[in-house]
């Protein structure tokens, strides 16, 4: 099936299409099967150059897209931070606000607090502080009032 060296594109067999492809650059002058030849090997090149290039670039946009990540992890942790912290300071100054309102009442209602009454205010809770100033007023005497008996 070569004796007029060609191979019909009918013919199946494994192989038959890469021996056909060689077959006809051999037909080629010698200067044109070195100019398919250099062109083959710049196709290669090329090829080379451009999964380097891939690589590199594939790389690079990693390493630019986890700086861009981690300044944005850190920028909303931040965020967050200062948002807990002032949501955390507004409810300490409201329960110092509280505490300290709470105590003048106290000193005005029932005079100048023993050290007891003044550690328990200090340690209380908000809800406690708030318990305690709605009872105020309706309150017989300061041990009473912070539930507690003989101090």
Do not use: C
Request: aromatic share 8%; charged share 30%; no cysteine.
């Amino acid at each position: 099936f070569l004796k007029n060296e060609e191979i019909k594109e009918s013919f199946t067999a494994k192989g038959l299409q890469e021996a056909s492809e060689k077959l006809s650059i051999m037909k080629l002058p010698e200067e044109e099967q070195k100019a398919y030849e250099h062109y083959k090997d710049d196709l290669h090149y090329q090829a080379s150059m451009f999964e380097s290039s891939y690589g590199d670039g594939y790389y690079e946009g990693q390493v630019t897209g986890m700086e861009k990540g981690m300044e944005k992890g850190i920028e909303k942790g931040m965020e967050k931070g200062v948002e807990i912290g002032m949501e955390k300071g507004v409810v300490k100054g409201r329960v110092e606000g509280e505490l300290k309102l709470l105590k003048k009442l106290l000193e005005h209602r029932f005079g100048a607090l023993p050290a007891w009454a003044t550690e328990k205010l200090s340690n209380a809770s908000e809800q406690e502080l708030e318990t305690w100033g709605e009872a105020i007023l309706t309150a017989p005497t300061l041990e009473a009032l912070l539930n507690t008996e003989n101090q």
